[in-house]
Antibody
Framework: QVQLQQWGAGLLRPSETLSLTCGVN????????WSWIRQPPGKGLEWIGE???????NYNPSLKSRVSISADSSKKQFSLRLSSVTAADTAVYYC??????????????????????WGQGALVTVSS | EIVLTQSPGTLSLSPGDRATLSCRAS???????LAWYQQKPGQAPRLLMY???SRATGIPDRFSGSGSGTDFTLTISRLEPEDFAVYYC?????????FGGGTKVEIK
């Protein structure tokens, strides 16, 4: 059973850079993609971006100018940096594993994309 | 970007009732790329369904998913006490993931 453990600073001032890291405790790191997702207090989920085993990244267009995701496959870790934070960036940040395929009941290979394992979440508060 | 609209916002039901949750997309979504999650207070979301109708590991068969194109449904055939939670649909398209706003299933 894969577990994702995340850590990082929980309180930031406006204009600072958010930095979080997620560690994968078991299983293959290179067979999946790895995403960051956030959830403002009392609100819904927003995908931030992802990195895959070839270190290709893909970001939410709404955050792209401020986001950077990197990975260290030797340590089975990936990290999020979000620059120039404001109060609007206050949220619980989750790391998650992305699955890009599955086999249907007949054994057929099907392309897909969903998040099958999540970290415990980390509340990041931006306040002056 | 594909927008997912979930309805109703809140569903007030009793244990044993049937719950029907809707997820409507602003444009067609491949059913392969439609998933559902359950989230309880203070917890991370948990994968329920992928490929619109395939249950994730350990998910009981009272949960089922259906739909295609722009309309998808999550059905809970008989609500158990542990099913009262918030449910989100999610799609992947155009290299972007989006989530619906969620449906809260609360005890009536």
């Amino acid at each position: 059973q894969v577990q994702l453990q995340q850590w990082g600073a929980g309180l930031l001032r406006p204009s600072e850079t958010l930095s979080l890291t997620c560690g994968v405790n078991s299983g293959s790191f290179n067979s999946y993609s790895w995403s960051w997702i956030r959830q403002p207090p009392g609100k819904g989920l927003e995908w931030i971006g992802e990195i895959n085993h070839t270190e290709n990244t893909n970001y939410n267009p709404s955050l792209k100018s401020r986001v950077s995701i990197s990975a260290d496959s030797s340590k089975k870790q990936f990290s999020l940096r979000l620059s120039s934070v404001t109060a609007a960036d206050t949220a619980v940040y989750y790391c998650a594993r992305g699955r890009t395929y599955y086999f249907d009941s007949s054994g057929h290979f099907l392309r897909s994309y969903y998040f099958d394992s999540w970290g415990q979440g980390a509340l990041v508060t931006v306040s002056s | 970007e594909i927008v997912l609209t979930q309805s109703p916002g809140t569903l007030s039901l009793s244990p044993g009732d049937r719950a029907t949750l809707s997820c409507r997309a602003s444009q067609s979504v491949s059913s392969n790329y439609l998933a559902w999650y359950q989230q309880k207070p203070g917890q991370a979301p948990r994968l329920l369904m992928y490929g619109a109708s395939s249950r994730a590991t350990g998910i009981p068969d009272r949960f089922s998913g259906s739909g295609s194109g722009t309309d998808f449904t999550l059905t809970i055939s008989r609500l158990e006490p542990e099913d009262f939670a918030v449910y989100y649909c999610q799609q992947y398209g155009g290299s972007v993931f989006t989530f619906g706003g969620g449906t809260k299933v609360e005890i009536k």
